[in-house]
Protein backbone atom coordinates (compact mmCIF):
# COMPACT_ATOMS: atom_id res chain seq x y z
CA UNK A 1 0.00 0.00 0.00
CA UNK A 2 1.49 3.44 -1.00
CA UNK A 3 1.63 5.65 1.97
CA UNK A 4 2.58 9.25 3.03
CA UNK A 5 5.75 9.95 5.36
CA UNK A 6 3.55 10.58 8.34
CA UNK A 7 1.90 7.25 10.50
CA UNK A 8 -1.07 7.85 12.10
CA UNK A 9 -0.98 6.21 15.59
CA UNK A 10 -4.14 5.24 18.04
CA UNK A 11 -3.77 5.08 21.92
CA UNK A 12 -6.70 3.09 22.83
CA UNK A 13 -7.91 4.07 26.92
CA UNK A 14 -10.03 2.96 28.81
CA UNK A 15 -13.70 4.84 29.17
CA UNK A 16 -13.36 7.49 31.68
CA UNK A 17 -9.71 7.87 31.58
CA UNK A 18 -9.13 10.58 29.23
CA UNK A 19 -8.05 13.24 31.48
CA UNK A 20 -5.31 11.03 32.41
CA UNK A 21 -4.14 10.01 28.94
CA UNK A 22 -4.13 13.88 28.55
CA UNK A 23 -1.64 14.44 31.81
CA UNK A 24 0.48 11.56 30.83
CA UNK A 25 0.82 12.61 26.92
CA UNK A 26 1.49 15.75 28.29
CA UNK A 27 4.48 14.76 30.04
CA UNK A 28 6.57 12.81 27.38
CA UNK A 29 6.05 15.75 25.28
CA UNK A 30 2.98 16.02 23.60
CA UNK A 31 0.75 19.12 23.58
CA UNK A 32 -3.11 18.44 23.49
CA UNK A 33 -4.97 19.77 20.87
CA UNK A 34 -8.19 18.58 21.34
CA UNK A 35 -10.65 16.57 19.09
CA UNK A 36 -10.09 19.00 15.40
CA UNK A 37 -14.01 18.20 15.21
CA UNK A 38 -14.39 14.70 15.58
CA UNK A 39 -15.85 13.78 18.67
CA UNK A 40 -14.77 10.89 20.76
CA UNK A 41 -10.93 11.01 19.51
CA UNK A 42 -8.07 13.59 20.60
CA UNK A 43 -5.11 14.83 19.16
CA UNK A 44 -1.73 15.36 20.25
CA UNK A 45 1.15 16.95 18.73
CA UNK A 46 4.72 16.37 19.78
CA UNK A 47 5.72 19.64 21.91
CA UNK A 48 9.11 21.39 19.91
CA UNK A 49 12.16 20.20 21.40
CA UNK A 50 10.64 17.32 23.22
CA UNK A 51 11.67 13.39 22.74
CA UNK A 52 8.95 13.22 20.80
CA UNK A 53 9.48 15.36 17.83
CA UNK A 54 12.52 13.56 17.19
CA UNK A 55 10.57 11.00 16.52
CA UNK A 56 9.51 10.17 12.98
CA UNK A 57 6.55 12.12 11.48
CA UNK A 58 3.22 11.08 13.33
CA UNK A 59 -0.11 11.90 14.10
CA UNK A 60 -0.89 10.52 17.50
CA UNK A 61 -4.79 10.36 18.99
CA UNK A 62 -6.22 8.93 21.47
CA UNK A 63 -9.42 7.35 21.99
CA UNK A 64 -11.47 5.66 24.74
CA UNK A 65 -12.71 2.05 23.85
CA UNK A 66 -15.71 2.66 23.32
CA UNK A 67 -14.84 5.29 20.56
CA UNK A 68 -16.76 5.30 17.13
CA UNK A 69 -13.55 6.66 15.75
CA UNK A 70 -11.29 3.24 17.28
CA UNK A 71 -14.03 1.25 15.80
CA UNK A 72 -14.02 2.87 12.30
CA UNK A 73 -9.96 3.21 12.40
CA UNK A 74 -9.54 -0.60 13.39
CA UNK A 75 -12.30 -1.95 10.77
CA UNK A 76 -10.89 -0.23 8.12
CA UNK A 77 -7.72 -1.40 8.94
CA UNK A 78 -8.65 -4.96 9.64
CA UNK A 79 -10.84 -5.23 6.22
CA UNK A 80 -7.92 -4.21 4.01
CA UNK A 81 -5.72 -7.12 5.67
CA UNK A 82 -8.83 -9.78 4.86
CA UNK A 83 -9.98 -8.29 1.64
CA UNK A 84 -6.73 -7.97 -0.91
CA UNK A 85 -8.89 -6.67 -4.12
CA UNK A 86 -9.82 -3.98 -2.13
CA UNK A 87 -6.79 -2.77 -0.66
CA UNK A 88 -5.67 -3.00 -4.47
CA UNK A 89 -8.20 -0.89 -5.38
CA UNK A 90 -7.27 1.30 -2.63
CA UNK A 91 -3.86 1.58 -3.79
CA UNK A 92 -4.14 2.50 -7.05
CA UNK A 93 -7.01 5.44 -6.06
CA UNK A 94 -3.62 6.60 -4.02
CA UNK A 95 -1.37 6.41 -6.65
CA UNK A 96 -3.54 7.78 -9.24
CA UNK A 97 -4.14 10.89 -6.49
CA UNK A 98 -0.34 11.18 -5.99
CA UNK A 99 -0.09 11.45 -9.71
CA UNK A 100 -2.68 14.05 -9.77
CA UNK A 101 -1.60 16.40 -7.23
CA UNK A 102 0.93 19.44 -6.55
CA UNK A 103 0.95 19.25 -3.05
CA UNK A 104 -0.06 16.83 -0.12
CA UNK A 105 -3.40 18.89 0.43
CA UNK A 106 -4.24 18.17 -2.84
CA UNK A 107 -3.34 14.97 -2.61
CA UNK A 108 -5.51 14.36 0.43
CA UNK A 109 -8.22 16.17 -1.25
CA UNK A 110 -8.08 13.42 -4.19
CA UNK A 111 -8.00 10.56 -2.74
CA UNK A 112 -11.01 11.29 0.03
CA UNK A 113 -13.33 10.06 -2.03
CA UNK A 114 -11.85 6.51 -2.17
CA UNK A 115 -11.09 6.51 1.51
CA UNK A 116 -15.00 7.30 2.05
CA UNK A 117 -15.67 4.05 0.32
CA UNK A 118 -13.23 2.11 1.76
CA UNK A 119 -14.51 3.36 4.88
CA UNK A 120 -18.05 2.46 4.45
CA UNK A 121 -17.45 -0.87 3.25
CA UNK A 122 -15.32 -1.66 6.12
CA UNK A 123 -18.31 -0.69 8.85
CA UNK A 124 -20.49 -2.78 7.07
CA UNK A 125 -18.11 -5.25 6.75
CA UNK A 126 -17.16 -5.33 10.72
CA UNK A 127 -20.98 -4.67 11.73
CA UNK A 128 -21.88 -7.99 9.78
CA UNK A 129 -18.98 -9.64 11.62
CA UNK A 130 -19.94 -8.48 15.29
CA UNK A 131 -23.33 -6.90 14.78
CA UNK A 132 -23.48 -5.55 18.72
CA UNK A 133 -21.10 -3.45 18.14
CA UNK A 134 -23.02 -1.32 15.60
CA UNK A 135 -26.04 -0.35 17.46
Not at 2 to 20: F, L, R, T
Not at 61 to 86: I, T, V, W
Not at 95 to 124: D, F, H, T, V
Amino acid sequence: MPSKDIIDIDVECPGGSMSDVIKALAATGYMHEGDGGISTREAFAPLPHSAAAELPGHHLYACESDSPELRKHLAFREYLKGNGERAQWLAQRKREAASAAAAREEYIMNKSAAYEIIAQEALEWACSRRPNRCR
